[in-house]
Nanobody, 122 residues
């Protein structure tokens, strides 16, 4: 059974940084694209960023130049470095995986983690 386990969320003030991690039990991990989505209260889940097996990245406009996605295929882990956090970044952040390329559609992704809460206070 595939498991994606996120960690690293928390409560921070605006302008601070956080690093999220997602460890996946996928085999082979390197054969999957990985992504981070987020869902704020009362809103739909939205794409944040994704990374292909060969490290090509895609970012949503609101997080460009502030967030960085990376992956360590030897550790079966994907990371999300979040800098200059804003109150509007407050959401549950989900890790996702799929066999093909990165897409921004939630329905295209096959595997999901349970989510980790990120709260940014002003």
């Amino acid at each position: 059974q595939v498991q994606l386990v996120e960690s690293g969320g928390g409560v921070v003030q605006a302008g601070a940084s956080l690093r999220l991690s997602c460890e996946a039990s996928l085999r082979p991990f390197g054969g999957h694209a990985m992504a981070w989505f987020r869902q704020a209260p009362g809103r739909e889940r939205e794409f944040v960023t994704g990374i292909t097996w060969n490290h090509i990245t895609t970012y949503a406009d609101p997080v460009k130049d502030r967030f960085t996605i990376s992956r360590d295929n030897a550790r079966n882990t994907v990371y999300l470095q979040m800098n200059s956090l804003k109150p509007e970044d407050t959401a549950v952040y989900y890790c996702a995986a799929r066999r093909m390329s990165v897409t921004t559609r939630t329905s295209d992704w096959d595997y999901w983690g349970q989510g980790t809460q990120v709260t940014v206070s002003s």
